[in-house]
């Protein structure tokens, strides 16, 4: 299996840091953020790894992380050369992909748990997709899933909902099979001009085969001044 990060957009909630640098290399502990994804997958098996970033920023992460030797890893980079949504990054993993199955893992989600007992559920599906999701206080933040129990099928996402039908956001973790790129070619960018993951995310829903699992740790999405601060706090505690 392949291991995907999305370290592209502006990160505009982090100005003006995000003015000279891009968000994934600001500190998160004694690493820059990148190394937590990498090492995530690395940890689980996953060791070819893509990067998908802007093209601005491509140099300093190759200065930074090479081809990946340094960190136990294979590294390959490609460049989101203008902003289109979540999915619209993704599909330019298409050749890198090719027909494995693969984990997509947003470059701002700092968490506890390893990934591998998720991984393995996911390799135990015969179709679909699976997320993880996360429960929190404040869902109306994020994309909120609703969930069926006993046939552990999402049943619906909605994007920061006023008010939430449960707590479990969802967070920047996916497993998708290669029939993903496929389904980005049926969407239609959203009212804010981008190809949205919850999109995607809602055709597997549709079809009934997009599973979830909920992760037991801690779980931070550092792409905000306040939860930069508090994914360094989580660090420094462990």
């Given at each position: 299996?392949?291991?995907?990060?999305?370290?592209?957009?502006?990160?505009?909630?982090?100005?003006?840091?995000?003015?000279?640098?891009?968000?994934?290399?600001?500190?998160?502990?004694?690493?820059?953020?990148?190394?937590?994804?990498?090492?995530?997958?690395?940890?689980?098996?996953?060791?070819?790894?893509?990067?998908?970033?802007?093209?601005?920023?491509?140099?300093?992460?190759?200065?930074?992380?090479?081809?990946?030797?340094?960190?136990?890893?294979?590294?390959?980079?490609?460049?989101?050369?203008?902003?289109?949504?979540?999915?619209?990054?993704?599909?330019?993993?298409?050749?890198?992909?090719?027909?494995?199955?693969?984990?997509?893992?947003?470059?701002?989600?700092?968490?506890?748990?390893?990934?591998?007992?998720y991984i393995e559920q996911?390799?135990?599906?015969?179709?679909?997709?699976?997320?993880?999701?996360?429960?929190?206080?404040?869902?109306?933040?994020?994309?909120?899933?609703?969930?069926?129990?006993?046939?552990?099928?999402?049943?619906s996402i909605i994007e920061?909902?006023?008010?939430?039908?449960?707590?479990y956001c969802v967070t920047?973790?996916?497993?998708?099979?290669?029939?993903?790129?496929?389904?980005?070619?049926?969407?239609?960018?959203?009212?804010?001009?981008?190809?949205?993951?919850?999109?995607?995310?809602?055709?597997?829903?549709?079809?009934?085969?997009?599973?979830?699992?909920?992760?037991?740790?801690?779980?931070?999405?550092?792409?905000?001044?306040?939860?930069?601060?508090?994914?360094?706090?989580?660090?420094?505690?462990?």
């Open positions: 299996m392949k291991g995907v990060i999305l370290a592209g957009g502006s990160g505009t909630r982090l100005r003006p840091f995000t003015r000279v640098m891009n968000k994934h290399l600001l500190p998160v502990g004694p690493f820059p953020m990148i190394y937590w994804p990498i090492q995530k997958l690395k940890e689980s098996g996953i060791k070819d790894i893509l990067i998908i970033t802007n093209p601005g920023d491509i140099a300093a992460f190759f200065t930074l992380l090479g081809n990946g030797e340094g960190l136990g890893v294979t590294l390959s980079y490609m460049l989101q050369n203008q902003a289109g949504g979540i999915a619209n990054a993704l599909n330019l993993a298409k050749s890198f992909v090719m027909n494995e199955k693969f984990v997509v893992l947003l470059g701002d989600n700092i968490f506890e748990d390893t990934l591998t007992p996911f390799n135990e599906q015969s179709t679909g997709a699976r997320i993880l999701l996360k429960r929190v206080k404040n869902p109306q933040r994020f994309g909120v899933a609703t969930l069926d129990s006993d046939s552990k099928l999402v049943t920061k909902p006023e008010h939430p039908d449960s707590d920047g973790i996916y497993m998708y099979g290669p029939e993903a790129f496929e389904y980005i070619k049926q969407l239609a960018p959203s009212a804010r001009g981008e190809v949205e993951i919850t999109d995607l995310n809602n055709l597997y829903i549709r079809q009934q085969t997009l599973q979830f699992s909920i992760l037991e740790g801690w779980w931070v999405d550092a792409g905000t001044p306040r939860s930069l601060f508090q994914a360094n706090k989580l660090v420094y505690k462990d």
